[in-house]
């Protein structure tokens, strides 16, 4: 059946929706009223099966057009028909290229989440540490001797059954560990750790599905806004790298309504989203988040998430009393901006990810001389921001990306080659599994006119190395996409005209982008697929992340069922396998 696109105009409780034909009709609006609902319901249809598939060259076609939703989609020549054994899933491993994997850790002690982790490097008294951890489980690695991993701290909520409201030997009540960057403070001659606390993602009050979804369910999502816990960010100081060398110095609310930010009120509902993701800082005096600091900031399709983030900065001058200097949003985000959420093609799509999911990009910090940040924020795009004021945050230059609905269409941009190139690398990734969704491109943006951003090509999309059985990683099994391409807060340096992205099932990829006219896929590992010890609904969820430590050229590949480490001394250079030669402290170029 088509679906009949819509307009909407909210009048009192009701929506006035103006269908195609012209006829009006009425339908009850969503009660929660920062539930967009301006361009009525153009939800997209599951596409045609004989639209996408594989085709007689071996490639795979991709579906246009798919709704939200994460579940299995066999096609002829896919994964369930190559690899019935392993439930649909590769049970091989595949390496290309100069590519040389040093250590492989696997099982459920290098695994603290099967679907998705975070990672930090430290380093105390000569010996460097890795952390992995999402939300209350986590892992402290001494990774000094890449080829000796050990274990030397294990947090878990296993014996609560992962309640995040019980306390137990790790955890306080309603404490965990939020996506984190970690510097060094010449201040406090100490790490700072900035942990983001934030409304959940996966939740079970809402879901994909249309009657589930934020649209069709007030009961979800008033459960949802009644949900008290800290939305906005922690500040510790590290002693050393174990959990108990922590010391809190702050604990900050995003909400814009709260009286002093710096004493959240725990016993009702804070507002908006919290800080997402990992925290852009340097160490010294900035601080760029992610946010949504308002419920009003909820101009966002997406089914089972309720706000539009953009960003904060705040200064850090004094880590124990952080200072909020500035907002901004894209004009669209925001409840009463209809006018301009309205002409953006996803309006009403039911199934967009509208606003920030990292904060912003930054190629040099202000602190350094540093003018220009880049905001991916799903799909509103692309946009520069001149931040050389923090408290006055202005848009430069703004580009549309092509629509890639489902998954994230914005999401991560490179700008390692920017100083040298001027171009940086924005790309989305993956939420469906069997290549369910637009194919999601890295694209290759030239920003030497920042008022100007501009599309000048794409990366090559990665392919299978000879003899592996398949001729395109849709038929794998799991997602296929780009992730990101490891952290701003690495130690080092990367070289010019190199790219390791995490991509799913296509492992872990390098970008030859030497010459910006010719990007070439020079070196790939692929880790396997499937392993009896992951669960089934996280084996979709293969390379979920990278971290390089840029000086001592290790790539750490994080999966579904462990931890790699990769090196190549013709990509990145001679591996240290010991001892760092200096301890890291701050990131920037």
């Given amino acids: 059946m088509r679906r009949i696109r819509l307009s909407v105009a909210a009048v009192g409780s009701l929506a006035v929706v103006a269908t195609a034909n012209g006829t009006t009709v009425a339908q009850a609006a969503p ?7 301006v361009c009525g319901d153009r939800r997209p249809s599951e596409p045609d099966p004989g639209s996408f598939g594989m085709q007689l060259d071996g490639t795979f076609r991709h579906p246009a057009l798919t709704p939200p939703g994460e579940e ?8 369930q028909d190559l690899f019935p054994k392993t439930k649909g899933y590769d049970p091989r491993s595949h390496l290309s290229g100069p590519v040389k994997v040093e250590a492989a850790y696997r099982g459920p002690e290098f695994t603290p989440d099967y679907f998705h982790s ?42 609560v059954d992962g309640d995040e409201s019980r306390g137990n030997a790790s955890w306080a009540p309603h404490d965990m560990w939020g996506a ?6 010449r201040r406090l001659n100490a790490y700072v750790m900035v942990q983001s606390f934030e409304a959940r993602r996966q939740v079970s009050e809402l879901g994909d599905g249309v009657e589930k979804s934020k649209f069709h369910n007030p009961a979800g999502v008033a459960a949802l806004r009644n949900r008290i816990a800290l939305k906005g960010f922690k500040v510790y100081r590290l002693d050393g790298p174990r959990k108990r060398d922590w010391r809190l110095l702050a604990t900050v609310t995003t909400d814009a309504t709260a009286a002093d930010p710096l004493k959240p009120d725990m016993t009702r509902p804070q507002q908006g989203s919290g800080s997402l993701d990992v925290p852009y800082y340097t160490g010294d005096r900035y601080m760029f988040i992610a946010t949504a600091p308002r419920d009003s900031w909820g101009n966002t399709e997406v089914p089972t998430y309720l706000y539009s983030p953009g960003y904060q900065s705040w200064d850090m001058s004094d880590p124990a009393h952080p200072r909020k200097l500035g907002e901004w949003h894209l004009p669209g985000q925001v409840k009463g901006e209809e006018a301009a959420y309205r002409k953006n093609p996803r ?31 799903g799909g509103f795009g692309f946009t520069v921001l001149d931040i050389s004021d923090p408290a006055r945050m202005r848009t430069v230059g703004h580009l549309d990306l092509p629509p890639s609905v489902g998954g994230t269409e914005a999401d991560n941009v490179d700008v390692s080659q920017y100083a040298k190139t001027g171009m940086v690398y924005v790309s989305g990734y993956p939420l469906g599994e069997d290549c369910h969704e637009p194919y999601k491109e890295i ?22 190395p000879r003899g592996a059985g398949f001729t395109d990683y849709c038929q794998r099994g799991g997602s296929f996409g780009p992730k990101r391409s490891g952290y701003y807060t690495s130690p080092g340096n990367p070289p010019q005209g190199l790219l390791a992205y995490g991509f799913y099932n296509a492992g872990v990829q390098f970008f030859d982008v030497r010459d910006v006219r010719r990007p070439r896929i020079a070196g790939q590992f692929v880790p396997q697929a499937y392993s009896p ?57």
């Fill in 31 to 37: 009660p929660d009223p920062h539930i967009p609902v």
């Fill in 72 to 79: 299995r989609h066999s096609f002829p020549g896919g994964a």
């Fill in 118 to 159: 975070w990672q930090n490097v430290v380093d105390f008294k000569g010996r460097r540490y890795l952390f992995q951890y999402d939300r209350s489980e986590g892992r402290v690695y001494d990774v000094t001797d890449v080829r000796k991993v050990k274990v030397v701290e294990k947090l878990t909520r296993d014996d």
């Fill in 180 to 185: 984190s960057t970690i510097q060094w403070n």
């Fill in 347 to 377: 309006c009403g799509n039911q199934t967009s990810w509208n606003g920030a999911r990292m904060p912003l990009f930054i190629p040099r910090p202000v602190e350094r001389g540093g003018r220009y940040a880049f905001a991916a924020q």
């Fill in 443 to 464: 694209f290759q943006v030239d920003v030497r006119d920042p008022a100007r951003p501009r599309i000048v090509g794409a990366l090559p999309r990665p392919v299978p």
């Fill in 533 to 589: 010890r992951v669960p089934d609904w996280a084996l979709g969820n293969q390379t979920h992340g990278t971290y390089v430590e840029w000086d001592r050229k290790i790539v750490w590949v994080f999966t579904n069922d462990g931890v790699y480490a990769v090196s190549s001394r013709k990509l990145i250079g001679e591996p240290n396998l010991g001892r760092p030669r200096t301890p890291f402290r701050n990131s920037w170029l």
